[in-house]
């Protein structure tokens, strides 16, 4: 074999491998039929869940969509408490999501409607948001700030009471 032939027989052997990398074979030989020595191999199953493990799951929403968010019991409790002046037009514990209408505070004379979303089981600042509006438009971050801290002193305050229990 002179130096001609050895050049041509690994430029052949770099396309087809080049070739069968290219995706779209699944069961792993050159020519896409299911007579490879992995064609009997089943997909791992985890919890009734195809476990494939592709490049292509990080780009998708594999994520089941009968799951819940968790969501911090003390958070969501104080946020009812805090904000029980106001009439509650919608509540979904799992999804963490609490509407209300709009009402005035005890001894306030403005209107506020709020809406509350424990993100996280955790009970820290960063799982609490809450926006509220009144009739006359935007509500200035000082009220909203206030309105957090007193969600998150009551939610404290709960949890301190049920350790002592």
């Known amino acids: 074999m002179n130096m001609r032939d050895f050049l041509r027989a690994s ?3 770099g396309l087809v491998l080049a070739v069968s990398g290219c995706g779209g074979i699944s069961s792993g030989n050159l020519f896409g039929d299911n007579t490879g020595p992995d064609a009997q191999v089943a997909p791992q ?4 869940r195809d476990k494939t493990d592709t490049i292509w799951e990080l780009f998708g929403n594999a994520d089941d969509p009968n799951v819940t968010v968790e969501v911090n019991k003390y958070l969501w ?3 009812l408490e805090v904000l ?3 009439p509650i037009q919608s509540v979904d514990p799992f999804s963490g999501v609490i509407v209300t209408g709009y009402g005035t505070p005890p001894g306030g004379g403005r209107a506020y409607k709020a809406t509350v979303y424990v993100t996280d089981p955790a009970l820290d600042a960063r ?3 809450v926006s509220l509006e009144s009739r006359g438009g935007v ?3 000082e009220t909203v700030r206030a309105v957090e801290d007193a969600i998150l002193t009551r939610a404290r305050q709960i949890r301190i009471r ?3 229990l």
């Open 11 to 13: 430029a052949i052997c």
């Open 45 to 48: 199953v985890e919890e009734g």
């Open 77 to 79: 409790q104080a946020s």
């Open 84 to 86: 029980n002046f106001l």
């Open 127 to 129: 799982s609490l948001k």
């Open 139 to 141: 509500v200035s971050a």
């Open 162 to 164: 049920d350790a002592n």
